[in-house]
């Protein structure tokens, strides 16, 4: 597992071409089809269970065949995350709607698809941390919203600001849900199930929960998982509104 950020210098999508290697290409095998079967068995099994080895026993190949392609796994890796983040539905951005409005819708698709990507592939939070976002996919995704943000007026460390508002809280969101959900899933409960067991640890380990009993309860309405689509919703509703306080705070430019 990638335990740090990487070296750009050392991405497969900035590095130069390498030489190929001798011999014939595996028959059978592409790297599309390498890195499809990988981002299968990171859903089935997260990153730490992932190896090269496997992955190869997975495609019926030896792992040298898998080398032919990829020259290691962190290659791999930064593959299929790309792999998965163009998954993501980008809405086109409207020339013949409200640009004033547009640019909120738009914004707030883009922070939907980025927090289903994650409830799918969950590791792709974790991998999104370490490398950098320089796949095509990724590329594409930011671009889309950086033209959606320019058509609110902001520019300059603004709009990185408004960008990372809602984006970095999308992000934050679902890499924390994706978290909770591995929780479920070792424990063997459901979401309801442990929530209360939590919360009745909790609850025994500070009593000033207590205290604030009306506001986080043993019993959640709708159960977890829509209080956390609810939690979603809002907090994307304030970081918008946010980006509105700071564009009526601040002259638009030209």
């Not at 979401?191 to 067991?197: F, N």
């Not at 205290?211 to 043993?218: C, I």
């Not at 998982?225 to 919703?233: G, I, K, L, N, S």
């Amino acid at each position: 597992m990638v335990d740090r950020p990487r070296d750009p210098s050392v991405s497969v999508w900035v590095a130069p071409p390498k030489a190929r290697r001798r011999g014939s290409a595996p028959t059978g095998l592409s790297r599309d089809a390498i890195v499809r079967a990988a981002v299968a068995l990171l859903d089935a099994d997260g990153i730490q269970a992932f190896s090269m080895r496997k992955l190869a026993g997975e495609l019926d190949v030896t792992p040298m065949s898998v080398y032919w392609y990829v020259d290691n796994k962190d290659e791999l890796l930064e593959l299929a995350l790309d792999e998965v983040l163009g998954e993501m539905r980008i809405p086109p951005l409207n020339a013949d709607a409200d640009a004033d409005a547009d640019w909120r819708h738009h914004l707030r698709t883009l922070a939907h698809e980025y927090r289903r990507c994650i409830q799918q592939h969950p590791w792709a939070a974790q991998l999104a941390g370490q490398f950098l976002a320089l796949g095509p996919h990724a590329v594409s995704f930011t671009t889309s919203a950086v033209a959606a943000v320019a058509r609110s007026g902001l520019a300059g460390d603004r709009l990185g600001g408004a960008l990372g508002l809602v984006l970095q809280f999308a992000y934050g969101f679902a890499l924390a849900e994706s978290q909770w959900l591995l929780r479920v899933r070792v424990a063997g409960l459901t979401e309801d199930e442990l929530h209360r067991v939590v919360y009745g640890i909790v609850e025994q380990a500070d009593a000033r929960l207590l205290e604030n009993a009306d506001l986080v309860s043993r019993e959640v309405e709708g159960g977890v998982a829509a209080a956390r689509d609810r939690q979603f919703e809002q907090g994307l509703d304030m970081a918008l509104a946010g980006i509105d306080a700071a564009i009526a705070a601040y002259p638009r430019r030209g």
